[in-house]
């Protein structure tokens, strides 16, 4: 079955960098496109960033734009995003997600918490 595995959370202070992972099984990973979301206390989840199957088509929310970059190995089944100058507004849980024919697919997501 799809399973969907993010890591890289954590605590950082206002301009660190983190880097997520996430890991897929259960489908063949370079035939889809990723997303990675974020949810915030009281908020909506929002979409972050999107990545082709190949890789080579990334788009960005304009709140992440120029700070985040998405990219994918599709050699370990594994997406990644790099965040930089992170502010106090991206604390989020972190998920990343695909959607196989009709179907959403979510991983638990990661906790990334900016402060300081």
């Known amino acids: 079955q799809v399973q969907i595995v993010e890591s890289g959370g954590g605590l950082v202070q206002p301009g660190g960098s983190l880097r997520l992972s996430c890991a897929a099984s259960g489908f063949m990973f370079s035939y889809y496109y990723i997303n990675w979301y974020r949810q915030a206390p009281g908020k909506e989840r929002e979409l972050v960033a999107t990545?082709?199957?190949?890789?080579?088509?990334?788009s960005y929310a304009d709140s992440v734009k120029g700070r985040f970059t998405i990219s994918r190995d599709n050699s370990k089944n594994t997406v990644y995003l790099q965040m930089n100058s992170l502010e106090l507004e991206d604390t989020a849980v972190y998920y990343c997600?695909?959607?196989?024919?009709?179907?959403?697919?979510w991983g638990q997501g990661t906790q990334v918490t900016v402060s300081s």
């Open positions: 997600n695909t959607r196989i024919r009709s179907s959403n697919y």
């Open positions: 990545i082709s199957y190949r890789g080579d088509i990334t």
